[in-house]
């Protein structure tokens, strides 16, 4: 074979020319290749990881929120709900939106699903079941209906009818209504509701 002089690789060079934007497209579509040709097994893992059913919701966030998998890949922190939100309510902590009902409660405006320019936060009509907040209330053994009777205001506010009351005993929940605003625990002046995610 005979060997390859200069002027070989003059016109090789010439042939071959690369722009600056055709090398980085060059480098990067390396990585992907190699990304690519990562195990299946790898893959297989990763998978398991990211599966919805295996992330589970640690923290209220605001109604409308998507699965939580999807929901900490997509909100940004951008605060565009916290913004929007009339109760100020919403909070960014770890550059996550988050619901704070400790002191007011959500009235399901939609404003934060208006707001949100990545669609974390969607629902489809205002009173939709998907602006669930997934909080529900928890009544304490402390509740004044169960110890005196004749004590009604949870059930009084809530917009939905979602919690029924009968005399010496704690409130009923009716889990398919509640959508968990929060109104019932901003209602009760003995602060025996906490509001748990379901």
Known sequence: ???KDERYYKAYMEHKTISRRGLFRALTSGTK???????AADQDLVTEQLDASQVVRMVARPPGA?????????CTGCSECESACPEKIIHIDGGLALLDVD??????????QKA???????????HDKQNDT?????????????????CELC????PH???????????KLEQSKCDGCSRCKQACPFSVITMKLS
């Not at 290749?33 to 195990?39: L, M, N, Q, R, V």
């Not at 004044?144 to 004749?150: F, K």
């Not at 059930?155 to 809530?158: D, P, R, T, V």
């Open 155 to 158: 059930a009084e506010q809530c």
């Open 134 to 150: 997934e909080l529900r209330p928890n009544f304490s053994s402390n509740c004044q209906n169960r110890l005196y009777g004749e």
């Open 33 to 39: 290749k190699a990304s690519a040709d990562a195990s």
């Open 103 to 112: 002191y007011g409660y959500c009235s399901m405006c939609g404003e934060c």
């Open 161 to 171: 009818q979602a919690i029924s009351i009968a005399t010496f005993s704690l409130p």
């Open 116 to 126: 949100c320019p990545t669609g974390a936060l969607h629902a489809k009509k205002p």
């Open 66 to 74: 998507i699965d939580e998998v999807l929901f900490q890949k997509i």
């Open 1 to 3: 074979m005979a060997e």
